[in-house]
C-alpha cells in the first residue's frame, strides 16, 4: 500500500490552496507500507509480530523493515508460522505505536510508479509521462513533478481578447498523479491523487505560503485574493487590448461569480457600477479577465473585483468525489497519451477541446 | 461575497503619437501591457557572418577576391514612455520577462516576439511624480541568405 505523506497544498486562511508554480518544487512523499502490525508480544526469547495474512514469499532468514514513526530498524525474521513473524528479543521493539513493516528482501526491486497528467481544454486527463522513485529506510520517496508539468507551458500570449474571461492552458491548467507500486513481476493498479493545479510561474524569496500560490487564490471566505499584476494600478489603455490574469480557483466551484467595475471621474467620484456573470466553465485554470470597456470619456479610473453572488450553479464538470488519503479526489474521464505543445495547436483562434482524430496522428 | 482584491485600473484615453503596445509575462505567471509612445528610434544593427576568398584565374575580369558567406540583421526599436512613477516598479519587470512581444495586429490580435536589451531601462528624474522611461527592443532578425 502506498500513502502520500506529504504534499504542497496548504491551509490559507482555513482553506487548502492546491496552486503552484510549476517553476519551483511541486513534491510529494509517498510511504510504501507493505504489511500493518496488528499485535506484538514477546514469546521466550523471541519477539513475535501478528499480521492479517501473509504472503508465500516472506521466508526466515529475510530481512525486514521495521517502521515506526520515530525509528526504522531492519529486523532478521527467525521463524514464520501462519500469520506470525518471529524475530530476536529486542525490548526496543515493543515501545511506540504498532508501525508496519516493509519486506526488503521478499518483494524484490520494489518501486513507486508516479504517473503525471494534466487535464486538458475538454477536461481530459491526459498522461504527460511516468517517475520512477526508490524507498528510503522508512519506506518514503520524494517526488517532484514540476519538471514534466513544465512541458505544458508556453510563455507566448494566446489570449484573443474576445471573451470576459478565458482559460489559456499554456499558463496553467490542473495535474492529477497516480500512483502504483511494482515488484517481482507483479504491478499494482494506480490510485487517482485528489487534483492540484500549476500556473507558469514563480514566487520570491520571503513572500508569503512559500512554493504556494495561496495569496493569489480566490477564496470564498477571504476578500482580499490577489490578480497576477505586478502594477499596484494597472493602465488600460483605450482601444488596445488589455486583460487581468487571475486564478480561477477551484475553491469557488459551484458558485456564480460575476466581474464588478465602478467607474470614477477625475475627482473619485462614482460614475457607474456594473456587474456581470463570467463564465463558470473557464475555471480550475488561469483565466484572462477583460474589463467591460467603452467608458465615457469622464472616466478616469476604475475599479474591478470578482465577486460572488452566492447563487449556485450547475456543474459543467465531472464532480464525482470520492476519498483519498488526505482530502478528495474528483474524477474526470482518462485520455490516451501525452502530446507535446507545439505551434500548430494554436493555429486556431482558440484552444478548442482537441480532436481525437489529430491527436492520434501527432502522438509521439 | 467579494473573492478578490479591489484593483483600481486607471484609463488612458488620450491620443498618442508613435504607439507601440506591448505584453509580457510577469514572475507570477499574469501577464502585463503597456503603450509606449512619443520618440520611438529605429536602427539596425549589423553582424558579419564570415567572408571567405576565392581562387581568382584572371585577374583581368575577376569581379573580386572576397565573397560573404551571410549576415546578421538585427532591428532595434527605442520606445519611450511618459509614466507615473508608481508604475516604474510594474515597468522594470518587462526587462526580466522572459516573453515580451508586440501587437502587430488589432483584429484578429497578433503579436511578435520582441526582446528589451540588457540592462536598457532608464528613469530620467524620479523626483517628479511622472518621469520618462526609456527602453530599447531587439525586433526578429532578418533572415538572410546563408
Known amino acids: ?364 | 461575497m467579494r473573492v478578490t482584491e479591489k484593483k483600481t485600473i486607471k484609463v488612458d484615453g488620450t491620443c498618442k503619437s508613435s504607439p507601440v503596445y506591448v505584453s509580457w509575462l510577469n514572475v507570477y505567471g499574469g501577464r502585463e501591457h503597456w503603450l509606449f509612445d512619443k520618440i520611438q528610434t529605429k536602427s539596425l544593427v549589423t553582424q558579419n557572418g564570415g567572408s571567405y576568398e576565392s581562387y581568382v584565374s584572371n585577374i583581368t575580369t575577376s569581379r573580386g577576391f572576397r565573397n560573404e558567406i551571410t549576415k546578421v540583421a538585427r532591428p532595434l526599436l527605442s520606445v519611450t514612455a511618459m509614466v507615473d512613477i508608481e508604475d516604474i516598479e510594474g515597468l522594470k519587470t518587462i526587462l526580466y520577462s522572459v516573453n515580451v512581444e508586440m501587437l502587430v495586429s488589432q483584429n484578429p490580435v497578433k503579436w511578435q516576439t520582441i526582446f528589451p536589451q540588457v540592462g536598457s531601462f532608464r528613469i530620467n528624474d524620479t523626483r517628479q511624480t511622472k518621469a520618462t522611461i526609456e527602453i530599447t527592443f531587439e525586433l526578429a532578425d532578418i533572415n538572410i541568405q546563408g
Not at chain 1, 43 to 54: C, L, P, R, T
Not at chain 1, 232 to 238: A, E, G, I, N, S
Not at chain 1, 326 to 354: H, K, W
Request: with cysteine.
Open chain 1, 1 to 364: 500500500m502506498i500513502t502520500v505523506t506529504q504534499d504542497p497544498s496548504i491551509l490559507v486562511n482555513g482553506v487548502v490552496s492546491k496552486w503552484f508554480p510549476v517553476h519551483q518544487p511541486i513534491s510529494f512523499t509517498l510511504q510504501r507500507r507493505d504489511m500493518e502490525v496488528l499485535q506484538r508480544s514477546r514469546v521466550g526469547n523471541e519477539i513475535q509480530f501478528k499480521f492479517a495474512s501473509m504472503p508465500s514469499s516472506v521466508k526466515a532468514g529475510q530481512t525486514i523493515a521495521y517502521v515506526r514513526k520515530q525509528s526504522t530498524v531492519n529486523l532478521v525474521i527467525k521463524s514464520i508460522a501462519g500469520n506470525y513473524i518471529k524475530v530476536a528479543n529486542d525490548p526496543f521493539l515493543l515501545f511506540w505505536e504498532n508501525g508496519f513493516i516493509n519486506l526488503n528482501d521478499a518483494l524484490i526491486g520494489y518501486y513507486i510508479e508516479t504517473k503525471v497528467s494534466y487535464i486538458d481544454a475538454s477536461l481530459i486527463k491526459r498522461t504527460i509521462g511516468t517517475v520512477k522513485t526508490k524507498t528510503d529506510s522508512f519506506g518514503k520517496s520524494k517526488v517532484s513533478v514540476q519538471e514534466l508539468l513544465k512541458t505544458r507551458c508556453d510563455n507566448s500570449n494566446q489570449f484573443f481578447y474576445n471573451a470576459i474571461n478565458k482559460k489559456l492552458l499554456n499558463e496553467g491548467s490542473g495535474f492529477i498523479l497516480d500512483f502504483r507500486e511494482a515488484f517481482n513481476t507483479f504491478v499494482s493498479a494506480y490510485v487517482p491523487s485528489n487534483s492540484f493545479y500549476f500556473a507558469n510561474g514563480s514566487k520570491q524569496l520571503q513572500e508569503p505560503n512559500g512554493y504556494n500560490m495561496g495569496e493569489f487564490v480566490p477564496k470564498l471566505n477571504f476578500s482580499e485574493n490577489k490578480f497576477l499584476s505586478v502594477f499596484k494600478r494597472p493602465t488600460f489603455f483605450v482601444g488596445y487590448p488589455f486583460s487581468l490574469s487571475f486564478i480561477y480557483s477551484d475553491l469557488l466551484s459551484n458558485f456564480q461569480i460575476q466581474r464588478k467595475e465602478q467607474t470614477k471621474g477625475i475627482n473619485g467620484a462614482v460614475i457607474a457600477n456594473t456587474a456581470d456573470n463570467i463564465f463558470s466553465a473557464e475555471r480550475n485554470n488561469l483565466n484572462r479577465l477583460m474589463l467591460k470597456q467603452s467608458y465615457p470619456s469622464t472616466v478616469k479610473t476604475l475599479d474591478v473585483w470578482l465577486e460572488s453572488t452566492g447563487v449556485a450553479t450547475t456543474s459543467n464538470r465531472t464532480e464525482r468525489r470520492r476519498f483519498f488519503t488526505g482530502g478528495f479526489s474528483e474524477s474526470y474521464t482518462a485520455g490516451a497519451t501525452f502530446r507535446p505543445l507545439r505551434p500548430i495547436d494554436y493555429v486556431t483562434n482558440e484552444i478548442r477541446p482537441r480532436n481525437e482524430a489529430r491527436f492520434i496522428t501527432f502522438r509521439s
